[in-house]
């Protein structure tokens, strides 16, 4: 019986870790300057404790076929249990040293360095269930916004007061978001009832959308195409329904694209 | 082979003969710990049915299921799932199995019944207390699952009920009006039931162990057990308020969880000065010991388990064990922010929280490491409870190494919420945690009713569940490095549809390691009824539980109390048997 179990172990151990290999099922290639960080830390985390995983999962099944329905005197591990002690505290304490100076630079790219001060500014309103993306539009200046006014019956998602708010007036307002390449984006999240989530795994990146608070996070995408926003934050039974694309374009293409909505 | 006369006398009532007072409102921990057994196999059975019909929407969206409609008409019109009846499901499917089975059974159950026997007592330290743990426990769950019927439906904020979907009532969506209400009730009195019983059991360790039973010779179940109550004390001290006031913001006009501004349907909310963060800071400071609360008290059982059949102790003795799990205890409590680590919090509070998250990895790689380490040189028996002692040790590496990956917030911030934290979550508390539930039913269910189990039903039960949980989570880690969204009711998005096939395959490994319990269920049954009659220690095993008779007398040790003279484990030793009884007087040689 030692040796079926030790048999389906080594099997078990080896189907599981063969796609992990492959890269069968593997992230999205990233398109963001932070990406390559994050991607750097999974693959190292990968190797360490792939280590690990394949390492004990086979003394498991070693042991077990080894000791498995044997008759004799027992034994005790050589050495006794402080180098086992030991051991585990060193190789786990080195994996996290490491893992976490090289991964809270990953998250202070991310998170923690300023946004560049130049960056093109996105505004985000999030509700059940859709993202809307709001440009300051030619004045430069984003409206300001009015919780009792946002109405999805009139179109007025961000609650701008077009009546009395000359710089709400201009502002841009669509249903997916389009950046240009190459450049620092900044944007700010806003819900306006549940928490939602800014998910693009291309980006490497997922914030949560709260309700009260204003959330901002920044990134630039270096390579154009068409990617998918999604929510991840179970936010009401439309949640597996609510996304939005991406669209990052090439400068002039994205110069062109705002004149467009500017002239709507 | 216990000295008698040195054994005092016990005064005790003799056993109750009503049918009442024996069987419903018992007093005993034994008829309690059996209570809590049984509600946690009801639990876990509605819980597995609610995963498999859910499971089979995710791989066949559009799929009728025959006879879904007449549980809710609403929910699923000719037996298609609508998606918010699948987001019913889920959340009933994880508040059913991790309170009311990962809770219930490793702790509660067999806590209740094999804490005073360990040590030596004749009962819990509040007998009364014990039997309205249970009994409050049982309200809970009559509470939650009232949540199926009615118009409604169940909830729809997973067990986890952030605000501001829970906190906002009806406006939020279906099942967010009394449906909500109810599971924040059935909540709430889960948390007096086990603040109840927490306290039991601390009390009772602490103050009820019998001539010799030194703490140091208390079984590692034991300690696990009460490792587990200082645990739920805090825990369920912190989630218990929580609850109220996520009740109160619904109820009383409050505003704890609900910020100003509020627009649900274009209405603005009458609500201002809530953070939706609270409850999640509440939750989660509740959230990750409740881990803990579910896998220690498995750890502790097949720690108890394994020496039996390695025929010698664990490695290091008693006190690393101990170490690992006493600091696992005392660091879960530091670590639920990374929970958050996406929420909008303070980033510099990611790294706090990473830290220690990380350091939480050692205990539980040393334990690991004492129990590889106990494996070399033993003699290794096989049964059914040693095989999913084994198993447990299996699953549990697999589910801890992806911890590694979800501690790092610069990583976390691509997996959270995707399929890789529910296979993170399932293997290292789920399923470990129920693999030392049926080691323990294996190993204890010959104590508890007095019969064997048929072993050759047991290992079947083993071979088809290890194999099984390996089909159903380990795919969930590739779903997730794919960056497939959980608590989804259907895949639409571009990049997830050529994932579904990889779902279908879960939902098959699922519909078949379920039906596969149901060996486990004609066992269980089956053995009450008509297995053989168990001697009174069939393990060769030597903690207190095997020196009185399969089931026990009512005061547990037949009007004597035992005395200790040894520690829990002392096998492999020299003489006519490998082993000797705690109960058994004289010095022990090692071989």
Known sequence: MGKVFCVLLVIITLVSVYPIIAHTWWPPPTISTTGPSVDRQLDETMVGTGVLFISSQLILAGFVWAFGGRKGKIKNWPGGHKPVVAFGIIIVGLEILSLTFVGSKAWAAMYLAPPNEHALRVDVQAEQFAFFFRYAGPDGVFGGVHPELISDATGNYFGLDLEHDVASRDDIVVGSLTIPVDTPILLTLHSKDMIHNFYVPELRLQQDIVPGLEIPLHFTATKAGHYEIVCTQLCGLGHYSMRAFLDVLSQPDFDAWLKQQSGD | ?591
């Open chain 2, 1 to 591: 082979m216990s000295d008698t006369s040195a054994q005092p006398e016990v005064h005790h009532h003799g056993p109750p003969q009503a049918f009442i007072r024996k069987y419903v409102f018992s007093l005993d921990h034994k008829v309690i710990g059996l209570q809590y057994y049984g509600l946690a196999l009801v639990a876990v059975f509605i819980g597995m049915v609610l995963s498999w019909l859910f499971r089979i929407h995710l791989g066949w969206a559009n799929m009728a299921i025959p006879g879904l409609q007449l549980l809710s008409p609403n929910g699923a019109p000719g037996g298609v799932m609508t998606p918010e009846y699948y987001l019913s499901l889920l959340t009933m499917h994880g508040t059913i199995m991790v309170f009311f089975v990962l809770t219930n059974a490793p702790f509660a159950g067999f806590g209740n019944y094999f804490l005073p026997i360990q040590i030596g007592a004749e009962d819990m330290a509040f007998p009364r207390f014990n039997m309205m743990s249970f009994w409050t426990t049982f309200v809970a769950f009559l509470v939650l699952m009232a949540a199926f019927f009615v118009h409604d439906g169940p909830p729809i904020s997973g067990w986890t009920a952030y605000a501001t979907l829970s906190s906002v009532g009806k406006a939020a969506g279906p099942g967010e009006a009394l449906g909500q209400d109810l599971w924040i009730v059935s909540i709430g009195f889960f948390c007096i039931g086990q603040l109840l019983g927490s306290l039991n059991f601390i009390a009772t360790t602490l103050d009820l162990r019998t001539k010799g039973m030194k703490l140091a010779r208390m079984p590692l179940s034991t300690w696990a057990w009460f490792i587990t109550a200082c645990i739920g004390l805090l825990a369920f001290a912190d989630l218990l308020p929580g609850a109220i006031l996520l009740l109160l913001d619904r109820t009383a006009g409050t505003s704890f969880f609900s910020p100003a501004g509020l627009v649900v349907g274009d209405v603005v909310q009458p609500h201002s000065g809530g953070s939706p963060l609270l409850w999640q800071h509440l939750f989660w400071f509740f959230g990750h010991p409740e881990v803990y609360i579910a896998i220690i008290p498995a750890f502790g059982i097949v720690a108890h388990i394994l020496p039996a059949f390695m025929r010698k102790p664990m490695l290091g003795g008693m006190r690393v064990m101990i170490g690992c799990m006493t600091a696992a205890a005392f660091l879960s409590y530091m670590v639920w922010g990374h929970h958050m680590f996406v929420s909008g919090m303070n980033p510099f509070s990611a790294i706090t929280f990473s830290v220690p998250t990380l350091i939480i990895t050692i205990p539980f790689t040393v334990a690991t490491l004492i129990f590889l380490g106990s494996i070399y040189g033993a003699n290794l028996r096989f049964t059914s409870a040693s095989l999913f002692s084994l198993g447990f040790i299996s699953v549990f590496i697999s589910g801890g190494i992806s911890g590694f990956f979800l501690a790092q917030p610069s990583i976390d911030v691509y997996v959270h919420a995707t399929y890789f934290v529910v296979a993170h979550f399932h293997f290292v508390m789920a399923v470990a945690a129920i693999f030392g539930i049926f080691a323990g039913s294996y190993f204890w269910m010959p104590k508890m009713v007095g019969r064997m189990m048929n072993e050759t039903l047991g290992k079947l039960h083993f071979w088809l569940t290890f194999i099984g949980v390996y089909c159903i989570f380990m795919p969930m880690h590739y779903l997730g490095l794919a960056g497939n969204v959980r608590r989804y009711a259907a895949f639409t998005d571009n990049y997830m549809i050529p994932l579904i096939p990889v779902h279908k395959f879960i939902t098959i490994a699922a519909l078949l390691t379920g039906a596969a319990q149901l060996i486990f269920l004609y066992n269980l049954f089956h053995t009450r009824f008509w297995g053989p009659i168990a001697p009174e220690n069939p393990w060769e095993a030597t903690s207190l539980e095997w020196s009185t008779p399969s089931p026990p007398p009512f005061d547990n040790f037949g009007g004597k109390h035992p005395v200790v003279y040894q520690d829990p484990y002392e096998y492999g030793v020299e003489g006519p048997q490998d082993y000797v009884m705690q109960t058994a007087p004289g010095k022990v040689t090692a071989t």
